[in-house]
């Protein structure tokens, strides 16, 4: 029997999973040097009756990695979701131009709060991390010829809350408020390498 196999063979990493498609989520988890693999989750993500946002993404979070892991049940899979709220009420993706133009002028001059659920599961031993990250966005006071202009710049109707914050979305804002700006464009990085040590994930 050949010792140094056994040894190779246990000290192996699991498979990483991001259990999404987005682009802009696997961008992120490319920042951290690993070598992980996308699978999309399809889940419903409708929320349930007198859901706060909070307990939303953390149920779709944890759905979505869940979804996942069964077609890959040696792997860590990580799962995420966001929303973004005004007053607690979510904002979803405007999906045209008319409904963009009413999101912005909402926000104007307003904190926007976006909570996004982080899940890893653990295939193998079950183990499941959950946590929602908020993020808070002031916004500056901005005027319909502002909104257009922005509008027209970067079409951002598939975008929750009508902007993209890593291009020029930025310059709508007031104040940015949270510890970790990576959960703003969707995948809390500081608390996903905290989770990803726990599983023995040394990062860098």
């Known amino acids: 029997m050949n010792n140094s196999n056994i040894s190779a063979e246990s000290s ?23 070598s ?3 699978d999309s989750p399809e889940v419903d993500e409708r929320p349930l009756e007198n859901e706060t946002p909070e ?36 904002l979803g993706k405007p999906g045209n131009r008319d409904n963009a133009i009413r999101q912005l002028a909402r926000a104007s001059g307003r904190q926007v709060t976006f909570y996004t659920g982080l899940c890893l599961i653990n ?50 804002f007031r104040r940015l408020e949270g510890d970790d700006p990576n959960a703003l464009i969707g995948l809390p990085l500081i608390r996903l390498i905290a989770f990803l040590d726990a599983e023995g994930i040394k990062v860098p």
């Open 55 to 90: 307990q939303l993404v953390t149920r779709l979070a944890r759905a979505k990695a869940a979804a996942v892991a069964e077609r890959h049940p040696a792997a860590l899979v990580i799962g995420s979701d966001q929303v973004a709220c005004i007053d607690q009420r979510i």
């Open 36 to 38: 992980f693999d996308v």
């Open 123 to 172: 295939g193998t031993t079950g183990t499941t991390q959950v946590a929602c990250e908020p993020y808070h966005v002031h916004f500056r006071n901005l005027d319909r010829q502002q909104i257009e202009r922005y509008l027209d710049a970067e079409t951002p109707y598939n975008c929750a809350g009508s902007f993209k914050s890593e291009g020029l979305g930025i310059s709508l």
């Open 12 to 34: 192996a990493q699991p498979r990483i999973v991001l259990g999404s498609t987005s682009p802009f989520r696997r961008a992120l988890l490319e920042k951290l040097g690993l």
